[in-house]
């Protein structure tokens, strides 16, 4: 069902028809895809990343970034400061000589204290204003180690055309602005829709006064039909999130829940978000942990409802990330989800009630352990 364009009162960008969205799974596929839309550019491109790492990965996208700014387009790249952390300094040489504005959002302080722990965790490319990529990745090695390949990150990209595009820079460029000593051209015109395309919304977050992903995701799981799925590389959820996939379980909807197995980049967090199961595996949930490599990739999949991009569903995410999503109402992209989601449930152990009660002491005490740490950190956020 398609959603109603008069329904986005109280969001930044409201739902624009005619957009294309191609999904890419795994850098193996969308990293190539970015590099040859930066190759095409011939007027603008605008980065910006958390994650950007020195590595093989920076190294051709450094590459990239460069050779379009001989050719005479304005590059524009904001990095997270924390995020860039593993940047090294010839790394942001190369960049600098290469003729790149280069801005590091929020740079650490001691003085600063908990200000240090707001961070921008979106991740987006605008190439001329007309084609963009948003997901969940960074320019790391993770996503396409040249070595071993098959340890690569598990995690979504999103190609844009259309309408929303628009909407994207425009983001980017207010962000720049309130960030950089320089202002970016003004937005052109949106580009046309595309006959048959796809609806689509831009959707943001950021504590506490800009609440749109929660907000927006907790509304379709209350007015969910048929299905709930979920796949995020940290779990830590909300009440609100909590009783809303409880009360769509009762409601008969397929709730399920697509996290990481054994491997991840912080275990504390998988094991605090473990003390959540016993709950919702007894109202009905289904929670599968992938287990062939780290699972980073962030979508929620409601009826034919989609949104991919940065935000995780972690409470510490919520509470100090800026995040951007792309959401999506259409019966095509859901099948590609869809697909996704099934082909990932084939690669995961499912977390059993009956098992899940007889779990060894030592999972449980790991999960109160680093529930207890979780419990610190958002008492300690709320002083901030």
């Given at each position: 069902?398609?959603?109603?364009?008069?329904?986005?009162?109280?969001?930044?960008?409201?739902?624009?028809?005619?957009?294309?969205?191609?999904?890419?799974?795994?850098?193996?596929?969308?990293?190539?895809?970015?590099?040859?839309?930066?190759?095409?550019?011939?007027?603008?491109?605008?980065?910006?990343?958390?994650?950007?790492?020195?590595?093989?990965?920076?190294?051709?996208?450094?590459?990239?970034?460069?050779?379009?700014?001989r050719r005479g387009v304005a590059v524009y790249v904001m990095l997270d400061a924390y995020g860039a952390l593993a940047l090294k300094q010839r790394d942001r040489d190369r960049l600098i000589r290469g003729g790149?504005?280069?801005?590091?959002?929020?740079?650490?302080?001691?003085?600063?204290?908990?200000?240090?722990?707001?961070?921008?965790?979106?991740?987006?490319?605008?190439?001329?204003?007309?084609?963009?990529?948003?997901?969940?990745?960074?320019?790391?090695?993770?996503?396409?180690?040249?070595?071993?390949?098959?340890?690569?990150?598990?995690?979504?990209?999103?190609?844009?055309?259309?309408?929303?595009?628009?909407?994207?820079?425009?983001?980017?460029?207010?962000?720049?602005?309130?960030?950089?000593?320089?202002?970016?051209?003004?937005?052109?015109?949106?580009?046309?829709?595309?006959?048959?395309?796809?609806?689509?919304?831009?959707?943001?977050?950021?504590?506490?006064?800009?609440?749109?992903?929660?907000?927006?995701?907790?509304?379709?799981?209350?007015?969910?039909?048929?299905?709930?799925?979920?796949?995020?590389?940290?779990?830590?959820?909300?009440?609100?999130?909590?009783?809303?996939?409880?009360?769509?379980?009762?409601?008969?909807?397929?709730?399920?829940?697509?996290?990481?197995?054994?491997?991840?980049?912080?275990?504390?967090?998988?094991?605090?978000?473990?003390?959540?199961?016993?709950?919702?595996?007894?109202?009905?949930?289904?929670?599968?942990?992938?287990?062939?490599?780290?699972?980073?990739?962030?979508?929620?999949?409601?009826?034919?409802?989609?949104?991919?991009?940065?935000?995780?569903?972690?409470?510490?995410?919520?509470?100090?990330?800026?995040?951007?999503?792309?959401?999506?109402?259409d019966s095509r992209l859901a099948a590609e989800v869809q697909a996704l989601f099934e082909a990932d449930f084939a690669q995961s152990v499912e977390c059993l009630q009956a098992q899940w009660r007889v779990r060894?002491?030592?999972?449980?005490?790991?999960?109160?352990?680093?529930?207890?740490?979780?419990?610190?950190?958002?008492?300690?956020?709320?002083?901030?």
């Amino acid at each position: 069902m398609m959603p109603p364009l008069s329904g986005w009162q109280g969001f930044h960008y409201p739902w624009r028809e005619g957009n294309r969205f191609e999904l890419l799974v795994d850098g193996d596929r969308f990293f190539p895809a970015m590099l040859t839309a930066i190759g095409e550019a011939r007027e603008e491109i605008s980065l910006g990343m958390y994650l950007f790492e020195s590595g093989q990965v920076a190294d051709r996208f450094i590459t990239a970034l460069a050779e379009a700014s001989r050719r005479g387009v304005a590059v524009y790249v904001m990095l997270d400061a924390y995020g860039a952390l593993a940047l090294k300094q010839r790394d942001r040489d190369r960049l600098i000589r290469g003729g790149i504005e280069l801005v590091f959002y929020n740079p650490l302080r001691l003085t600063r204290w908990l200000a240090n722990l707001v961070r921008d965790h979106r991740k987006l490319l605008i190439v001329d204003q007309r084609v963009v990529f948003t997901g969940g990745a960074g320019i790391t090695d993770e996503f396409d180690p040249p070595r071993h390949p098959e340890r690569r990150w598990h995690e979504l990209m999103l190609r844009i055309e259309g309408p929303v595009v628009a909407d994207w820079r425009e983001l980017f460029a207010r962000f720049w602005d309130n960030h950089s000593a320089s202002t970016l051209p003004s937005t052109r015109v949106a580009p046309a829709p595309f006959s048959g395309g796809m609806a689509g919304r831009v959707v943001q977050s950021r504590w506490p006064r800009l609440t749109e992903i929660p907000r927006s995701l907790i509304k379709r799981i209350n007015s969910a039909e048929r299905r709930v799925w979920f796949m995020t590389a940290y779990f830590v959820p909300s009440w609100k999130l909590k009783r809303a996939l409880r009360r769509a379980d009762r409601r008969g909807v397929d709730v399920r829940l697509l996290v990481p197995g054994p491997v991840t980049d912080h275990p504390g967090v998988r094991h605090a978000g473990r003390r959540f199961y016993s709950r919702l595996l007894a109202h009905g949930v289904r929670i599968f942990e992938f287990q062939p490599r780290f699972l980073h990739a962030k979508c929620v999949l409601i009826d034919d409802w989609a949104t991919i991009g940065s935000s995780n569903h972690d409470r510490w995410n919520m509470r100090w990330n800026l995040e951007a999503n792309q959401e999506i109402e259409d019966s095509r992209l859901a099948a590609e989800v869809q697909a996704l989601f099934e082909a990932d449930f084939a690669q995961s152990v499912e977390c059993l009630q009956a098992q899940w009660r007889v779990r060894p002491w030592w999972s449980r005490w790991r999960e109160r352990f680093w529930g207890m740490v979780d419990h610190l950190l958002m008492r300690l956020g709320r002083r901030g």
